[in-house]
């Protein structure tokens, strides 16, 4: 279980990897040469360059090329390893964490990096006016952790309690330059900072990258960060590569058009078709295919539950009033062939989900829940149980005799969801129930979801952070502006979500892996008795890359292709490829 255990006992955590005399970090791996730009296929354009605000994939992919955090969890072997902090230490009860910072670092515009930034970052995410999603990771039994400044490059953590695995609580948490953005947060003006459209001079990180270009609608170019902190085991400054371009190319096809025509060189998520089809692929002798195996992100139905909004139709309405049903999300449930989408969707390259945790998370899924099976007789008695009944042409009626009807929303550029849905709507038309299913593109369906919350149903994939569940709090908090059936509440709305909020804030302060496990199996099986959200498979992890691309190490966590950016190289660089 050494994936999700601590160390609790006062102790020093350093990195093996050398530190140079400069505080900069050498890292193992083969040694490249500098040179060359890397272009990847992105299917939809990233929403913002303001990390605080980010919660799409397509954001977090750039960011994580331009930011850097105090302690980061290795993508391959999911355990933490020094960043930004180059030693920590914790106290034996777990409440105070002393960082120790590198020192004569910058950030990509020249400006020095210290402790002031770091308690900036931890200072707006924690503000509750700044409105910021990740804010919830940081509050431990309804209170925040607090920060001090010890020293220029020295800062303490004092928790309210015991966090499960603080040293994972700052993976992902980018620290931010408080030269140019504390004026905007001072302002009330935090969240507009850092637009796509932002001059690329105004952006600042502590990643490999940064800001060169933005052209909306096509691409987002980076450049080597001329401060960067690593270097390779030769003492060279990396990143290697000297431009990273994202390309925005709308669907999975076209992802995998470009790069089989070589206008890409690295694709990432493949489905399976794609996957299969590139396999037979005539240039298939220039890149490298690799399933990597089951992973971590899951695809889900899930229901609108929470209040009409203002102005609903008396339809949606009473369509809203049905899905409320828990019996009737139940039979739901029962009526889908998961099977058949591994089958026929993923060519067998997925597993079929029992609840909300995917396979790939062996540590954490709860190994009690039964396999899926697809049971139409017991979705029948189960809608019987509850009143409702079928007509003479089989459509199935509510308890107050109306037609039981529904819509999907869908992302129009992923190809798998969309097969998903229909799917569904054919399984449940053998029980009755009429599915429309509505594509949109993927702003416009979050907008519905988590703002206007005008929609019945909607098909979405979630990859999670971490092996931990904790990354996943947004999701599972009532609160949370990711809660998708019913986002950021005031309160609980079911006794089943107030027991939800219950296990996760106590397994968040629970140091006992065997403790914290039993809660969160519970928190599945009250997801799967209650199906706000039902799960319906997990993919594995299918990318490709190049053939001379070294250090092309894919892994099961996100970001599973361009994790180790900064020592991905080309060999031959500086003779033309990519110039």
């Not at 299917?43 to 960011?63: F, H, M, Q």
């Not at 206008?263 to 002798?285: H, M, P």
């Not at 062939?337 to 390259?349: A, C, F, K, P, Q």
Request: charged fraction near 25%; aromatic fraction near 8%.
């Amino acid at each position: 279980m050494q994936v999700v255990r601590t160390v609790y006992l006062t102790i020093t955590l350093v990195w093996l990897a050398h530190a140079l005399p400069d505080d900069r970090l050498m890292l193992s791996g083969d040694v490249g040469s500098r040179g060359g730009r890397l272009v990847s296929a992105q299917r939809i354009e990233p929403k913002t360059l303001n990390w605080l605000y980010a919660s799409d994939v397509s954001s977090r992919e750039v960011l994580q090329r331009l930011m850097a955090d105090l302690i980061h969890i290795n993508r391959q072997t999911l355990q933490p390893e020094a960043a930004l902090a180059k030693s920590w230490k914790g106290s034996a009860d777990g409440l105070h964490w002393v960082l120790e910072l590198r020192e004569g670092l910058k950030f990509s515009d020249g400006e020095p990096f210290d402790a002031d930034d770091v308690v900036f970052t931890f200072q707006v995410i924690l503000d509750e006016k700044a409105h910021s999603p990740q804010r919830d990771l940081l509050i431990l039994g309804d209170k925040p952790i607090a920060i001090r400044k010890l020293g220029r490059y020295r800062v303490a953590f004092d928790l309210p309690q015991a966090y499960s695995v603080a040293d994972r609580l700052f993976d992902g948490v980018f620290i931010l330059p408080r030269h140019k953005l504390e004026a905007a947060y001072k302002q009330g003006k935090l969240e507009q900072a850092w637009p796509l459209t932002a001059a690329a001079g105004d952006v600042a990180g502590l990643g490999p990258f940064r800001l060169k270009e933005y052209v909306a609608g096509e691409r987002i170019t980076l450049e080597r960060n001329p401060y960067y902190w690593k270097v390779d085991q030769a003492g060279t400054q990396l990143p290697y590569l000297d431009e990273l371009t994202f390309l925005f190319v709308g669907t999975e096809d076209n992802q995998v058009l470009r790069f089989e025509a070589g206008e890409s060189d690295i694709v990432n998520r493949l489905g399976a078709r794609n996957f299969a089809a590139l396999e037979k692929s005539r240039r298939s002798g220039e890149f490298n295919l690799v399933n990597v195996g089951a992973g971590l992100e899951i695809s889900f139905l899930f229901f609108n539950l929470g209040e009409p909004p203002a102005g609903a139709s008396a339809e949606l309405k009473a369509h809203l009033a049905v899905l409320r049903r828990t019996k009737f999300r139940q039979a739901v449930s029962e009526a889908i062939d998961r099977e058949s989408m591994v089958r026929t969707i993923y060519l067998g390259r997925a597993s079929a989900l029992a609840g909300p945790v995917p396979p790939g998370n062996r540590y954490w899924i709860d190994g009690k829940l039964k396999a899926p099976v697809r049971n139409v007789a017991r979705a029948r008695r189960l809608l019987e149980s509850d009143g409702f009944k079928w007509n003479r042409e089989g459509k199935l009626l509510d308890p107050a005799g109306r037609a039981v009807e529904f819509s999907i929303l869908t992302s129009s550029n992923n190809a798998e969801r969309q097969q998903l849905a229909r799917l569904i709507q054919d399984d449940l038309k053998q029980i009755g129930i009429q599915v429309s299913v509505t594509p949109l593109d993927l702003r416009s369906l979050l907008e519905l979801v988590q703002k206007t919350h005008a929609y019945e149903a909607a098909i979405l994939s979630q990859a999670s952070a971490d092996a931990d569940p904790n990354p996943d709090i947004p999701l599972w908090l009532s609160s949370g502006v990711n809660h998708f059936w019913n986002p950021e509440q005031k309160r609980p709305a079911t006794p089943w979500e107030a027991e939800i909020d219950a296990l996760m804030r106590r397994q968040l302060v629970t140091r006992d892996y065997t403790e914290r496990k039993r809660m969160f199996d519970r928190v599945q099986e009250i997801a799967v008795e209650n199906q706000p959200l039902v799960a319906l498979v997990s993919p594995n992890v299918l990318v490709g890359a190049k053939k001379k691309l070294g250090n092309f190490r894919p892994a099961l966590l996100e970001p599973c292709t361009l994790w180790n950016i900064e020592q991905i190289y080309w060999r031959g660089a500086g003779t033309g490829v990519r110039p």
